[in-house]
């Protein structure tokens, strides 16, 4: 049987603090490109992998999320990704096929069928796509502001790590305003300069002294998305949340979101995003590294705002 | 017109830290017992007052809670409380009627008719329960319970500060299971001795380091909610809550609970409370204090666990 060569970015050890790029190390390891007898796993090339800054979580040896398995020192990143079967044993896939879900930082990846792997069947829409707008950080928009948030017309949202430079943001992305946080000595005085009646839904991406200040502006009544707290993510200690006492008095639903609850309405995104892509309704910026030997500095990219726009790797364009 | 004397609780000055009894100071004053021409006040006997940890917030310069008018020094605490009515320029009261609602923290007070006052019909069970289990109190644990937390059969609660001894608790009250959280080191241990499985609902009166131990011990899909946090209410500066990472993965959705919202609902409470009261099938314990005197000492006492039952002033019997 050919075994061929695969390239894998795998952890070195547990991370503390900010992760860099001497904590990844890039390997080449061997694979047999042919599925064990009787098995009924699917063999998948990979096409595109996600930098997503949940995978900053798995990277510490007790995560700030309990119960999700870490990463194991020595082995391969898992993560989302876009892949091609190159053959299947299980009887929903079949050579050819190609499929968005969990796959790992590799050329070649060997995966159980009880991974989370959706078929693309709209493949008029660029398959990088699937990383972003049509996978996980989409469904996870989609869910969060539509199915959490409960937003009502003329309500005022607020999305903290929106990516992107913020005329980018404005001229670009459609958004009403935005800012650079790092250009705000005062959080609390900037969210009340921008939203001066304050906010109804806030989708949290980032924690710590931001989710303060916006305690501080919320209305009544409002909901915050919990999605994610990247600003705690690389400390060995989380800050302290000090202003929950204004959910009392205000009402404030605050939520917490985990994108694979909402997978069984994948659909919903699909017909929802879609026609708008292609209408072009929808404005959607990807920010490319190819090869996975730029995958760590694209990883750690991430954490000091480099990435304009969702950021892929490359591997090969099927 | 006939003026009688009329004893207040005042507050001296806007409080930091702990609540002290010289904090306060009782003051006598005089009232006309006679509304004035044309008023549509209500002119109210007070029976009994309520001691509720809110009124700790009121009593600082900056509230944690904000938008909510703090006492002003110099003037009576005003509060939930029953009342007679004693004369009425308001068509829904008249003379005679027994009322609960916001009132003041003296003798005799003209109130206007916006104010909260619910209508006192079932006078077969103590009227000093319309400052508990069937007032303000009742309503929150009603609505939080049933409204917010949205039990099913099955589920682990956890209650936070529920006043009386752990022996009380457990032989009286008929809950499961109670623990002093003074004499236990480790919070966290604590509940994972208590709740192996986690918790799915918490009702949250405490904030704080509790909730951060509450936080790492809920189950998926838990809700929090979020009815007070009086550990926070004596500080100058709250108490930083770190683990809220865990709403995350565990999707946990934690809610503000303002009771005043669930007013229009009160009969439920009625309907629900006042005949299990009868049969004697809920268990109630009041602290009985007598006379505004020692209203100060029954307020500070709230802050360091003196009471057992519910803390209520008594000024007249009728």
């Known amino acids: 049987m050919a075994e061929v060569k695969n390239k894998q970015v795998v952890l070195k050890d547990y991370v503390t603090g900010f992760l860099k790029e001497s904590d990844l190390d890039l390997v080449e390891n061997t694979i047999t490109l042919k599925l064990p007898e009787g098995s009924n796993e699917i063999l998948l090339k990979n096409?595109?992998?996600?930098?997503?800054p949940f995978m900053r979580n798995l990277m510490s040896d007790i995560g700030i999320l309990e119960k999700f398995l870490p990463y194991?020192?020595?082995?391969?990143?898992?993560?989302?990704?876009?892949?091609?079967?190159?053959?299947?044993?299980?009887?929903?896939?079949?050579?050819?096929?190609?499929?968005?879900?969990?796959?790992?930082?590799?050329?070649?990846?060997?995966?159980?069928?009880?991974r989370i792997l959706f078929k693309i069947e709209h493949t008029d829409v660029p398959l990088s796509y699937y990383t972003g707008i049509l996978g996980m950080p989409g469904m996870t928009a989609y869910a969060g502001f539509f199915e959490v948030g409960l937003p009502k017309k003329g309500e005022k949202v607020f999305v903290s790590a929106a990516s992107g430079a913020v005329d980018l943001l404005k001229n670009k992305f459609g958004f009403d305003d935005a800012f650079n946080y790092k250009e705000e000595p005062d959080l609390d005085a900037a969210l009340k300069r921008y939203f001066p009646e304050g906010i109804d839904i806030y989708f949290e991406n980032v924690g710590g002294k931001t989710l303060d200040a916006v305690l501080l502006n919320m209305r009544v009544h409002g909901r915050i998305v919990v999605c994610g707290m990247i600003s705690q993510y690389n400390r060995a200690q989380p800050e302290g949340v000090t202003n929950l006492g204004n959910l009392i008095m205000k009402r404030i639903r605050m939520q917490g979101?985990?994108?694979?609850?909402?997978?069984?309405?994948?659909?919903?995104?699909?017909?929802?995003?879609?026609?708008?892509?292609?209408?072009?309704?929808?404005?959607?910026?990807?920010?490319?590294?190819?090869?996975?030997?730029?995958?760590?500095?694209?990883?750690?990219?991430?954490?000091?705002?480099r990435n304009v726009g969702k950021q892929v790797l490359v591997l090969a364009r099927e």
């Open 72 to 114: 194991a020192p020595g082995s391969p990143l898992f993560g989302y990704g876009v892949a091609k079967v190159l053959e299947s044993g299980h009887p929903d896939y079949k050579k050819g096929d190609l499929v968005w879900g969990f796959t790992k930082w590799e050329e070649y990846s060997l995966v159980p069928s009880s």
């Open 257 to 305: 979101l985990a994108v694979t609850d909402y997978y069984p309405m994948y659909h919903k995104l699909v017909e929802y995003v879609v026609p708008k892509i292609k209408e072009e309704k929808i404005v959607y910026v990807e920010d490319i590294a190819e090869g996975l030997e730029n995958g760590p500095a694209a990883l750690v990219g991430l954490f000091n705002g």
């Open 47 to 52: 096409l595109y992998l996600s930098c997503d």
